[in-house]
């Protein structure tokens, strides 16, 4: 990476009042919104976290919940296509390393997407130009970011679908992608992606689209790949068990807010917010028996247009009546430490919250 | 459809001649249908398509003479014959002591001015081919523009306004257009002399001529190209594939220009070489209306006249043309779009 | 073929039309300037200047191009085979023949005078020989003389029939009424010239021997179909391409339905031509598919005059006479436009019942419906057109239609009912070609004109390009039962003889490619058209015609509309410009000549 300066007085470096973060990524009160002739879609609103190097984020939460939209902000992809409608609103804090990305020039931007942060995308298959072959795109995207000839950026594509687990990579770089299988797609995916060693990678559903044995081996690949490169990685997914396995922290999303994050493990053994429990509940699991049933989260995911006063879990939560005079319902519970390093946000209080875990819904997991 | 890479020659050959031998079959039933008609009909309708070629003061002697030099005495699968023998080895004409021997490709003479067919359509076909590419040329760069353009300013003045202007020019007729911009630019204004003038006499004149039939007719098809333009641009800029490319951090012309004009190009092209052939048999009433010479023209007189020779030339080498541009449309979009096999 | 199907078509067409003709008009306000209807020496002649006069005689230049435009090319320009009447007046640039008509306005214009010939013919007591004896000096297009020989081998071709077909068969007719010449395609002779009614005794001396006296026989060689053409030069059906030419003028280039352009032949002399002037250098013929741009571009000043002659289209028209009037004459086109009764369907086998469908119609709406007065013409009072010597226009008018009945006479209709014996009226079908919108026009009005007197009328638009075969068949019409045929008719050559014959005379009941649509079998109009030809001297020739007319209209067999009459456009450019009743009100092309 030779033309872009990351420091000092690179094109775009934000004048912010607060102080630049010590975390590679640090996102800080993010609000996506998107204005729509129903109202105000808030997509995003007020969400927070870092994430450093050679550390993997989980994002997780139900279709809607913000997961999505809260990667294309970072990417800045959150008002691309939007051809003649009403403009996204976003505001907050993103810095990537030590630049802070909404208020820099968008040009800028658009030079880091692909080489300082790529992304993977969930169906590989409309992802993928389909008129034009694997390498094509490959070379396109590393020619982007490096001024070589189409030979060196072949050979180097060449490597990468070798690197991602591609048999005969030399034949298969020439390929179109509906020639590859699924799983085949998703790895020329990845080696697109990392063609240019990203430090930041998004993978946004990655494995949602394939079957289960391939999904495994997908998984494998971004855990091997990080390690390799070291690149900070957000993995965004519905499925706690995706996280499960590759995570260092989880960050758990509902109606475009954090409800609870914190380390891998303490999100899945010592979950503190109803909704992760439902998630924890819902989740199939190979060691366990058929015939006992999942506990799925009832009700629907919450309109982002009107969104519940109070905690906006309250319509769909079990325990909404624990907490006294009815706060569940009028004031919008803050996320607050539970733990080391482990947030989350409920009005009911520490102890009522871990007596009804260890009593309640642990045994039935 | 096969996975690996496309098909070879030989696959491209035998899917070749099987199209061409479909076009043969055609082309037969299409000449089959035209005799019918002609034949037939009037038959039916208790009239003899002699009379149809003698002149006001009509004495039996010539109409059964008629009948005999036009062969219309024959069973029509015996005319028939005789017109494909003309096609490929040329035919002899004879009746009433005038021999006219008519070498291949013998399209026959017409019945109306004893012109031998195949110059006329030698003739008149570069005519129709100007009118239609140049033409072709304007809207495809007109319409495309508009509507990519409506498709990236959705909602803006310029997309309302381009969008009912385009429906004007889809629902409003050739020959009022046609008349309309005559009416304006050539009789009132007197900026253009619309007025035929063969290339080979002056290039300057033919240009000239040619520029209202050329803007007329391609302001039809612009319109109608724009709208799908900007439907299809639309469309496939809400693509995965287009995130993909921004996500790359490729610059937006080249996300427009190139992965999204891509996909947006595959159906205009495919309905430019559909309307290229259909314009080629179907430019009757752009010709019509400014005088050109071309072959809409001779076959809306050949009609009238119920001159069939001509009509059957006309009709061969417009199916023909309508056969080979969908024969390239198919082509072409195996070309274009690698997910087609030709099969 | 269906009759009907190109109808809603052509309403959309006509609205569009309408509308477009409302914008020409104002855009043509813009931008023309204004004529008057006084002459100018640079400008329009006058309204009518040309009309049975000559226009701007003085002021016509050896020299330019003179620019025809057309909406149709001939039927063919092969002399024997043409038989449109622009084509006959247009071929006079390129072929001569032994008489033709004057080179003077009106009237006068039909008269017959020499041409090839030193003088008109010395015709024998008995009328039966002609001789003319050839001008001194008359050549091909290549220089070499013009014989006795090739006047006779031209007029032989008309014999030809199975390769020829399409021209007027008069010559055929007269010479060899029974039909023994086979033509000279089929000719054993060794010179092909074995047609024994022609004489040809030496290369200047050509002796017609006619098996029957026919008083208009010199009318009949002055059509174009009596031309020479050389045996060496006959390329048969293909001649109409390529004409070899004895006139001023040979084809240089042409192009059926695009473009025909004439250049001066050099071998042509001045000298030995009393007729043509043949002043421009070049002749030329444009064709248009849009008879309105044709208009356009006439107004426009692109082309001199429309070699069809019958007349510019309404909209150029509206436009022609607010604005241009003094580039317009308004000729008698020598056409009647009627109804015709076949006596074959019933009720029209009796005479009241025809009677009362001419005393039932609308006189005037019928006019109107043909264009009015000025572009339509004068109501038709009866069947000979005025251009016809013996003609009484207007003032024979045996049923009243141009007066009392102009509106019709329904009383009077329902009398003759009554007399017929259908009190209450009947039901017939008018029979109309489906491509004259005009004549669909007036089959309309006389349908809502029928209908007050009891009459109700189905109409049936049948397809004009298979007129022939679908009403020049009697035992179609009767099968169909065509009561009522809308047609039009002009003289093949002013006389009683070339108008009336093929209508009137029973010998021309045809069995296919009839014209006698009425079925007229009436032994005293046979008579008199017998008592005709026989009789040389002109004016009893004339008092048979007026008889002939008086018969037919008194029979009822015709509904006439109009003595046609047509808006014709005249450039400013042109000079020597005169309509002449050879060839029914159209301009002399062949004297036309262009301003400097």
Redesign the interface.
């Known amino acids: 990476m030779t033309e872009l300066s990351k420091s000092g007085a690179a094109v775009g470096e934000p004048v912010k009042d607060s102080p630049a973060p010590s975390a590679f990524l640090e996102v800080r009160d993010l609000k996506v919104h998107f204005p729509t002739d129903d109202g105000l879609v808030k997509s995003v609103d007020g969400l927070s976290f870092a994430l450093e190097k050679g550390k993997t984020l989980g994002i997780v939460g139900e279709s809607g919940s913000g997961k999505s939209v809260t990667s294309l902000g970072i ?1 800045g ?1 959150h008002t ?2 939007q ?3 009403r403009k996204a609103q976003i505001s907050g804090e993103i810095w990537l390393d030590g630049t802070e990305l909404l208020s820099a020039d968008p ?1 800028y931007v ?6 300082e942060m ?2 993977i ?1 969930q ?1 590989p298959l ?8 694997i390498g094509q795109q490959i070379v ?2 590393y020619r ?2 490096h001024k070589v000839d189409k030979k060196v950026a072949r050979r180097r594509a060449i490597e990468m679908l070798d690197r991602v687990g591609i048999p005969q990579p030399d034949k298969r770089v ?3 992608p ?2 590859f299988s699924g799983g085949m797609r998703q790895r020329a995916m990845i080696a ?1 992606s990392l063609v240019n060693n990203p430090e930041l990678l998004i993978a946004d559903e990655p494995t949602t689209a394939l079957d289960v044995t391939v999904q495994a081996q997908i998984l494998d690949l971004i855990r091997d790949l990080q390690q390799e490169f070291g690149s900070a990685v957000i993995i965004i997914t519905h499925d706690l068990g995706v996280v499960a396995e590759l995570s260092d922290d989880i960050l758990v999303m509902y109606g475009g807010r954090c409800i609870e994050r914190g380390p891998a493990e303490k999100v899945f053994y010592e979950p503190r917010h109803p909704y992760t429990w439902g998630l924890l509940g819902s989740m199939p699991r190979l060691d366990r028996e058929q015939t006992e049933r999942l506990i799925p989260v009832k009700g629907s995911p919450p309109s982002l247009i009107n969104i519940p006063s109070g905690c906006a879990f309250n319509p769909r939560c079990s325990y909404a009546d624990v907490p006294k005079d009815n706060v569940t319902r009028t004031v919008r519970p803050e996320l607050t430490e539970v733990g080391s390093q482990h947030w989350a946000a409920c009005h009911m209080t520490h102890e009522q919250r871990e007596r009804i875990w260890t009593e309640e819904i642990a045994p039935k997991l | 459809m096969a ?3 496309a098909a070879g020659p030989r696959a491209v050959l035998a899917y070749l001649i099987r199209r061409l031998f479909a076009a043969a079959v055609m082309l037969v039933v299409i000449i089959l249908v035209v005799f019918g008609i002609f034949f037939l009909v009037p038959r039916w309708a208790g009239v003899d398509p002699a009379t149809m070629f003698v002149g006001k003061q009509a004495d039996p002697a010539a109409i059964e003479a008629v009948r005999q030099k036009l062969g219309l005495a024959d069973p029509i699968f015996a005319q028939v014959w005789e017109f494909f023998k003309g096609l490929f080895v040329g035919r002899t004409y004879a009746a009433g002591g005038d021999v006219t021997n008519c070498a291949a490709p013998c399209f026959g003479y017409s019945f109306r001015n004893e012109q031998a067919i195949w110059p006329v359509l030698t003739d008149r076909f570069p005519v129709t081919l100007a009118l239609a590419l140049g033409a072709a040329f304007l809207w495809l760069i007109f319409g495309v523009a508009a509507g990519v353009l409506s ?6 003045l310029w ?1 309302r306004g381009a969008m009912i202007v385009a429906l004007g020019g889809v629902s409003l007729p050739i020959y009022f257009t046609g008349l309309l911009s005559l009416a304006i630019f050539s009789y009132g204004l007197g900026w253009i002399d619309a007025q035929y003038v063969p290339i080979e006499e002056s290039f300057t004149g033919w240009f000239g001529g040619m520029i209202l039939p050329w803007v007329t007719l391609a302001f039809l098809y612009a319109a109608m190209y724009a709208r799908i333009t900007r439907a299809t641009m ?1 469309e496939v ?15 937006e012309p080249v996300v427009i220009g190139k ?1 999204a004009m ?2 947006t190009m ?1 159906p205009i092209l495919t309905m430019l070489g559909m309307d290229l052939g259909a314009l080629i048999g179907g430019a009757i009433l752009t010709e019509t209306t400014f005088s050109l010479p071309g072959l809409g023209q001779a076959v809306l007189k050949a009609i009238s006249d119920k001159d069939l020779p001509v009509i059957l030339g006309v009709t061969l080498i417009t199916s023909l043309a309508v056969i080979v541009a969908n024969l390239l449309v198919d082509l072409l979009y195996a070309v ?4 087609v096999r030709l099969s | 073929m269906s009759t009907q199907r190109t109808t809603g078509r052509r309403k959309q067409a006509a609205a569009a039309a309408a509308v477009v003709a409302a914008l020409l008009s104002t855009a043509a306000c813009g931008g023309g300037g204004n004529d008057d209807d006084g002459g100018s020496k640079n400008g329009a002649a006058g309204f009518n200047a040309a009309n049975n006069k000559v226009a701007q005689a003085s002021l016509a230049k050896k020299g330019g191009e003179l620019k025809f435009a057309g909406a149709q090319d001939a039927d063919s320009w092969d002399t024997t085979r043409g038989y449109y009447g622009f084509a006959w007046n247009f071929m006079r640039y390129y072929s001569r023949t032994l008489v033709t008509g004057k080179a003077e306005p009106g009237a006068k214009g039909a008269e017959v005078t020499p041409d090839l010939a030193t003088s008109t013919a010395k015709i024998s007591d008995d009328g039966k020989t002609y001789t003319y004896t050839l001008r001194d000096g008359v050549t091909w297009e290549d220089g070499k003389p013009i014989t006795s020989k090739d006047v006779k081998y031209g007029i032989e071709r008309v014999w030809a029939q199975d390769v020829l077909s399409g021209g007027p068969v008069y010559l055929k007719d007269v010479l060899d009424p029974k039909g023994e010449y086979k033509g000279p395609y089929k000719d054993k002779s060794k010179d092909k010239l074995g047609l024994k009614a022609i004489e040809t005794p030496d290369d200047k001396t050509v002796i017609f021997k006619l098996p029957e006296a026919n008083s208009d026989f010199e009318d009949i060689l002055g059509l174009t179909s009596a031309s020479p053409v050389r045996q060496d030069k006959d390329t048969k059906s293909k001649y109409g391409l390529k004409p070899f030419s004895s006139g001023p003028y040979k084809f240089q280039s042409y192009t059926p339905n695009k473009k025909l352009v004439l250049v001066r032949n050099e071998n042509w002399k001045q000298s030995s031509d009393p007729v043509r002037k043949a002043y421009p250098d070049k002749i030329s013929l444009t064709l248009f598919t849009n008879a309105n741009d044709m208009d356009q571009r006439l107004i426009n000043g692109d082309y001199d005059l429309d070699i069809g002659q019958t007349g510019l289209s309404p909209q150029g028209r509206t436009t022609a006479l607010k604005q241009h009037k003094g580039n317009l004459d308004n000729p008698v086109s020598g056409y009647i436009r009627y109804a015709v009764f076949p006596q074959s369907v019933k009720p029209f086998d009796n005479e009241h019942c025809r009677k009362a469908v001419i005393y039932g119609a609308d006189h005037e709406s019928l006019q109107t419906a043909r264009g009015g007065p000025v572009a339509g013409g004068d109501i038709g009072t009866n069947m000979l057109p005025p251009s016809v010597p013996g003609s009484e226009g207007q003032k024979y008018d045996p049923y009243e239609a141009a007066t009392t009945n102009k509106n019709g006479n329904v009383a009077k209709a329902k009398e003759e009912l009554k007399a017929c014996g259908q009190p209450n009226g009947f039901k017939t079908t008018i029979a109309v070609r489906n491509n004259k919108p005009v004549e669909v026009a007036t089959a309309e009005s006389l349908q809502a004109s029928l209908k007050k007197v009891g009459i109700t009328v189905d109409i049936d638009q049948f397809d004009g390009a298979q007129t022939t075969g679908i009403i020049g068949s009697p035992e179609n019409v009767k099968k169909k039962g065509y009561g009522i045929i809308i047609m039009g008719w002009g003289p093949d050559f002013p006389t009683v003889q070339g108008y009336g014959m093929p209508l009137w005379d029973s010998k021309y009941i045809l069995e296919s490619g009839n014209n006698n649509f009425a079925l007229i079998k009436d032994k005293t109009i046979d008579g008199l058209f017998d008592d005709y030809v026989k009789e040389l001297d002109e004016a009893k020739k004339v008092e048979i015609s007026t008889e002939i007319n008086h018969k037919v209209s008194e029979g009822a067999y015709y509904l006439p509309f109009v003595f046609e009459k047509f808006i014709n456009w005249r450039s400013s450019r042109l000079a020597n410009v005169y309509t002449t009743d050879n060839y029914s009100g159209q301009y002399d092309f062949v004297n036309l000549g262009l301003k400097k």
């Open positions: 990417m992809l691309a296509g051809y003649g409608k040009d658009r030079k880091l997407r692909g080489r790529a992304m995308f169906d409309s992802a993928l130009h389909p008129y034009y072959t396109e995207a982007i970011h020439d390929s179109y509906h020639e697109m | 996975r690996g890479t498709a990236l300013k959705r909602g803006s997309d639309l800029l809400g693509e995965d594939y287009i995130r993909t490319a921004r996500a790359k951090g490729l610059t992965h891509r996909s595959t274009i779009d690698p997910r």
